[in-house]
């Protein structure tokens, strides 16, 4: 029998004391259950207890010192496809929330909607890494970001013992935005059709919800003066709502192992101005514009640290959270 949280969370304060929360996760990951002390998985039998205890004690000052501190995190990629590193999103989330983080989820969707439009003969374009959305774009990616996919997250992490709510900047009009018109090489603008630029986030709805020991799983669909609703990128998104919350850090799970120099090497650690000059002399393009833009506008508005991690390694987001070696890029606020 494989253990489950819900028992542990239903014997739990309302904020968790951190030693107990990891000291029972990591029975619970080793397959044993932290009641009976029964070993239920043979294959982790074999790692020493030594071990487990020198894991447990690396992760000890991050949860003391991210304590009742937000995290956001832009769920997509790989890690939204493969069932395994659904799997272990879902458990990182949980694990952070129980020893006394504040997870706030924002999802993209990219693949998923791009099957549903093959499916409909429809064919994804994108312009400066941004996706144009018609109108019948958009009522396809309502219907998948809105619907599908933010219940499967919501339902995933609710099944490893979280509290997930599932959100759109419809709901209480808490993402308000507007037709985003971006700049041509001719001085002109490119219309993206029913892409949205924020215009504002009312981060009360998230406060509230905080305040239940819910985590919010937030899909980014804008809403305009009118009730029109507009496509905006879940990148641009998290890290706007970061910036709002004042949150601790902004994790954006990537297909890469993080932010790559010229040569391909991977940088741990960089500041916004090495990402300055890399922008300038095109070492970042295409689709990681969007991404580096927003941590960039989050690491400059108090955001203490951004990290783009690679969500193709399993719970990358402990990982990057918990452990010394990380599986990133760091950007630093200064």
């Known amino acids: 029998m494989t253990v489950g949280t819900e028992n542990i969370m239903a014997n739990l304060p309302t904020r968790y004391d951190p030693f107990f929360v990891v000291a029972t996760a990591g029975r619970m990951a080793a397959g044993i259950d932290p009641e009976s002390q029964t070993m239920t998985d043979l294959s982790t039998s074999a790692v020493p207890a030594a071990t487990k205890a020198n894991i447990l004690g690396e992760a000890l000052p991050y949860i003391k010192r991210?304590?009742?501190?937000?995290?956001?995190?832009?769920?997509?990629?790989?890690?939204?496809?493969?069932?395994?590193l659904k799997d272990?999103?879902?458990?990182?989330?949980?694990?952070?929330?129980?020893?006394?983080?504040?997870?706030?989820?924002?999802?993209?969707?990219?693949?998923?909607i791009d099957d549903l439009l093959k499916r409909l003969g429809k064919e994804g374009k994108f312009i400066q890494g941004m996706r144009?959305?018609?109108?019948?774009?958009?009522?396809?990616?309502e219907m998948v970001l809105g619907g599908q996919?933010?219940?499967?997250?919501?339902?995933?992490?609710?099944r490893h013992g979280g509290?997930?709510?599932?959100?759109?900047?419809?709901?209480?009009?808490?993402?308000?935005?507007?037709?985003?018109?971006?700049a041509s090489k001719d001085n002109g603008h490119?219309?993206?059709?029913?892409?949205?630029?924020?215009?504002?986030?009312?981060?009360?709805?998230?406060?509230?919800?905080?305040?239940?020991d819910f985590i919010p799983v937030i899909a980014p669909i804008g809403v305009g003066m009118e009730g029109e609703t507009y496509n905006i990128n879940a990148d641009v998104v998290a890290g706007k709502i970061a910036e709002i919350l004042k949150a601790e850090k902004l994790v954006l799970l990537t297909n890469t192992p993080g932010v790559l120099d010229k040569a391909g090497k991977l940088l741990t650690g960089i500041t916004p101005k090495d990402i300055d000059a890399m922008v300038e002399d095109g070492t970042l393009s295409g689709g990681m514009l969007?991404?580096?833009?927003?941590?960039?506008?989050?690491?400059?508005?108090?955001?203490?640290?951004v990290h783009i991690i690679d969500g193709r390694v399993e719970h990358a987001l402990l990982l990057e959270i918990l452990t010394q070696e990380g599986v990133g890029t760091l950007i630093k606020s200064k």
């Open 290 to 305: 969007p991404k580096i833009s927003s941590a960039l506008d989050a690491a400059r508005s108090g955001v203490r640290s």
């Open 66 to 84: 991210f304590f009742d501190k937000t995290i956001v995190i832009k769920y997509g990629g790989n890690a939204m496809t493969d069932p395994t």
């Open 149 to 158: 996919v933010n219940k499967e997250i919501v339902n995933l992490i609710n």
């Open 88 to 112: 272990c999103f879902a458990r990182d989330v949980v694990l952070l929330k129980l020893v006394g983080m504040n997870p706030v989820v924002v999802h993209g969707g990219g693949p998923q």
């Open 190 to 212: 490119v219309d993206l059709g029913q892409v949205g630029e924020i215009e504002s986030i009312d981060p009360s709805i998230i406060s509230f919800l905080d305040t239940g």
């Open 163 to 182: 509290k997930a709510v599932g959100l759109t900047g419809q709901d209480g009009m808490f993402i308000r935005a507007k037709k985003m018109l971006l």
């Open 132 to 141: 144009v959305t018609d109108e019948e774009t958009m009522d396809i990616v």
